[in-house]
């Protein structure tokens, strides 16, 4: 039940009443075929199909279609059931699935909820938000190592300038947005209601030249899953899965474009993915109401701050009706007001008293304050999400927040930028096999330690400079494609760093008498450390 099921139940079950959900009403595929009949974009021969199979089944008909069975390679196929399609609206028409929660309701909660949209936004720019960058793949990697100094230094150099043009191919794609930019709005959609659309348009050759997003609350999954189906205000649109060649049944679209799916995965579920957030439903639901509460509370309350007393003085009946007026109407969403009442003075047998007692003397302040602070730590619990990357305090030291953010890098971000790069891949490989796509990733050391990391893998000879400059994103160098060779003295701090030694060697030096009468003393003054 969502929070405005909840909000509209009625207090007593004897007066139960029918609630209606004012998602439902957003939803295109629930209409019904007498609707749906006029909407643009329909293949002709599918709405004369449609038409009689309607009119000859009825309106509370069912389509009992097992449909095609799933097929692999060499006679494998599937044996999983096809359930039968309800013929009564939409969903029935275009044989798609119905979503296991309302899109529209859970994209709600991203603008309602300030846990719940902080959270996304944390997982969206930590995962796709950081930029990216090109690698050289494996096989590419292997030709390299058995090529000569030479040629790798010509392949060098045509791979820096194959990632130029890849990179300037792939922000091509979309005149209006950016690479990074489709990226991030389709990974919000799949943090909000559990899956996103990337769309891919190819030209008349073939060849990739769009890619967009398409919001999810308008796309379905054909039972077949043999593609999508989209509805926006009074047009359908057919959609085929990424690099599917199946004729287009549905809309008059000779050449439809092609989606790459993407969903949180849920067992209850095969055909559309489920958010992390569905898990704590109810701490979304119960921090709504309590924020509500609040809110009725201050826009509703007319109680003043004083009451007035008044003994042996009778009002005008002017001023008795701007006191009534005053408390009926005029303290509801202010609450400070001042109210003038003139009196009758002293007169010798009668004394007017006046007295103000305080109703409400204590500082106001919201309900359920551990409540909705315990909703909210359950919304990031679900996300898996720490405070520290809201931007929040906490009483957790420094090094607990290192702690959770090496966590959330470990088994949030990085585990999910590796299934999207693998997706994305399957593009670039129509382009080409040579360079690999790959997330920039969150850093967890500062620049001077990752310089100190860098520097000890050239100096032992780990990495060439080469392959350090790649990860700082800085060009290549004709020299820097051999390991570095290290002098006589460099090779001796070295090994004495590696060893962990340095410090000992200091010391010892340090409390060597200057004493000449042994060859084993120390070295005059200024020649330093023998080598050898």
């Known amino acids: 039940m969502s929070y405005y099921e909840y909000a509209n139940t009625p207090a007593r079950l004897d007066e139960a009443q029918e609630i209606k959900n004012e998602f439902a009403d957003l939803d295109p595929f629930i209409k ?26 009825g309106d509370d008909a069912y389509l009992q279609s097992a449909g ?37 309701e859970l994209a709600s909660y991203y603008d309602t909820s300030f846990a719940n949209h902080a959270a996304i936004d944390a997982k969206v720019e930590n995962t796709v938000g950081l930029g990216y960058d090109f690698i050289i793949s494996d096989k590419t990697n292997l030709k390299l190592e058995a090529a000569s100094a030479d040629q790798m230094a010509r392949a060098r150099k045509r791979i820096e300038k194959l990632k130029v043009q890849v990179r300037d191919w792939l922000e091509g794609l979309n005149q209006d947005e950016s690479f990074s930019s489709v990226l991030e709005k389709v990974f919000t959609d799949v943090h909000t209601m559990g899956n996103g659309y ?87 639901i119960g921090d709504a109401l309590a924020a509500q509460y609040n809110i009725d509370y201050f826009s509703n309350k007319a109680v003043p701050r004083y009451i007035v007393t008044l003994k042996g003085a009778q009002l005008t009946q002017e001023a008795e009706d701007k006191l009534f007026r005053f408390l009926q109407t005029g303290l509801k969403g202010q609450s400070h007001r001042t109210l003038y009442i003139p009196l009758p003075g002293d007169s010798e047998t009668n004394k007017v008293e006046f007295k103000m007692e305080p109703i409400e003397a204590g500082v106001q302040e919201g309900s359920f304050t551990k409540y909705r602070e315990q909703n909210r730590d359950d919304i990031l619990v679900a996300h898996q999400v720490p405070l520290s990357k809201l931007g929040g305090s906490s009483s957790s030291s420094i090094a607990d927040s290192l702690a959770q953010d090496r966590t959330f890098k470990e088994q949030v971000a990085r585990p999910a930028q590796r299934n999207l790069e693998k997706i994305l891949n399957k593009i670039i490989r129509e382009k080409t096999d040579i360079l690999e796509f790959k997330f920039n990733e969150l850093t967890l050391t500062d620049e001077l330690a990752q ?36 002098t006589a003295r460099q090779a001796t701090d070295a090994a004495a760093n590696n060893a962990g030694n340095r410090s000992r060697d200091g ?26």
């Open 32 to 57: 019904s075929w007498d609707e749906i009949k006029s909407f643009n974009g329909m293949n002709t021969n599918f709405k004369r199909r449609s038409s009689r199979m309607a009119k000859a089944l």
């Open 68 to 104: 095609a069975v799933q097929t692999g390679i060499n006679g494998a196929r599937s044996n999983a059931i096809n359930p039968g399609v309800v013929f009564r609206n939409a969903y029935g028409l275009f044989d798609v699935i119905t979503p296991p929660y309302n899109p529209y």
């Open 198 to 284: 990337i769309e891919v348009g190819r030209t008349i050759t073939g060849e990739i030249g769009y890619i967009g997003h398409i919001p999810a609350a308008t796309m379905r999954v054909r039972r077949l899953r043999d593609g999508y189906v989209q509805i926006i205000a009074n047009m359908v649109v057919y959609f085929r899965n990424f690099g599917a060649k199946n004729v287009n049944y549905i809309t008059d679209d000779p050449r439809p474009n092609e989606i790459i799916h993407i969903k949180e995965y849920s067992p209850l579920n095969t055909f559309y993915g489920v958010p992390d957030v569905i898990s704590a439903l109810p701490a979304l």
């Open 451 to 486: 310089s100190q990391i860098l520097t000890n893998y050239v100096k032992n000879q780990i990495m060439v400079p080469n392959e350090a400059r790649e990860l700082l994103n800085l060009p290549e160098r004709e020299e820097s494609d051999s390991m570095i060779q290290l």
């Open 507 to 532: 010391e010892r030096q340090q409390a060597q008498a200057d004493s000449t009468a042994t060859t084993a003393g120390r070295n005059p003054k200024g020649e330093g450390r023998r080598s050898s």
